[in-house]
T-cell receptor
Framework: SQTIHQWPATLVQPVGSPLSLECTVE??????LYWYRQAAGRGLQLLFYSVGIGQISSEVPQNLSASRPQDRQFILSSKKLLLSDSGFYLC??????????????FGEGSWLTVV | GESVGLHLPTLSVQEGDNSIINCAYSNSASDYFIWYKQESGKGPQFIIDIRSNMDKRQGQRVTVLLNKTVKHLSLQIAATQPGDSAVYFCAENGNYGQNFVFGPGTRLSVLP
């Protein structure tokens, strides 16, 4: 069966510090990978998605970036965090490769607090 | 643009009763819908899905109904239990090949 892991689960970082959230998927090959952010009482906002190694699509302009160095690894980064970057970040995967639209499965999330 | 379930209402039900959670979607071209359950501090968990060629699908204690005429989706939970307390939200894939649109959800509280 497929599993998805993301870490760290919680993170408190000062403004201006770097960020690295990591996500790995097991039990599948060539998945589509996603990073979402969830604000309290609001829906999930898609930040980045990837249909293959080195292929990153950004949905919203911001000071975050994503990378996919390996088939089942997805990393969310920032060089300098802003207070507004605080939130709940979710990594997710779906079957697909180059085609979107399949069921999305989420990781357990990472709470980021920028102070 | 597309919108799914813009509001975050709260539904309170007595333990053992049936729950019905509703979701409205705006894109008539949507052909795939998913219901997720999210417990506090955790990632969303897939519950059940339905494609536009169906109007009903049943799982274990859950049923999803799709009314394409009025663009409405509902999740029915039978014999609601305390463990069902969570935020439930629907998601639509506006067009095949595009990313999902998620609503903010409905908070379900199960009263003892």
């Amino acid at each position: 069966s497929q599993t998805i892991h993301q870490w760290p689960a919680t993170l408190v970082q000062p403004v201006g510090s770097p960020l690295s959230l990591e996500c790995t998927v097991e039990g599948t090959s060539n998945p589509n990978l996603y990073w979402y952010r969830q604000a309290a009482g609001r829906g999930l906002q898609l930040l980045f998605y990837s249909v293959g190694i080195g292929q990153i699509s950004s949905e919203v302009p911001q000071n975050l970036s994503a990378s996919r160095p390996q088939d089942r690894q997805f990393i969310l980064s920032s060089k300098k965090l802003l207070l507004s970057d605080s939130g709940f970040y979710l990594c997710a995967w779906s079957v697909g490769g180059t085609v979107l639209g399949y069921t999305i499965y989420f990781g357990e999330g990472s709470w980021l607090t920028v102070v | 643009g597309e919108s799914v379930g813009l509001h975050l209402p709260t539904l309170s039900v007595q333990e053992g009763d049936n729950s019905i959670i509703n979701c409205a979607y705006s894109n008539s071209a949507s052909d795939y819908f998913i219901w997720y359950k999210q417990e506090s501090g955790k990632g969303p968990q897939f519950i059940i899905d339905i494609r536009s060629n169906m109007d009903k699908r049943q799982g274990q204690r859950v049923t999803v109904l799709l009314n394409k005429t009025v663009k409405h989706l509902s999740l029915q939970i039978a014999a609601t239990q305390p463990g069902d307390s969570a935020v439930y939200f629907c998601a639509e894939n506006g067009n095949y090949g595009q990313n999902f649109v998620f609503g903010p959800g409905t908070r379900l509280s199960v009263l003892p």
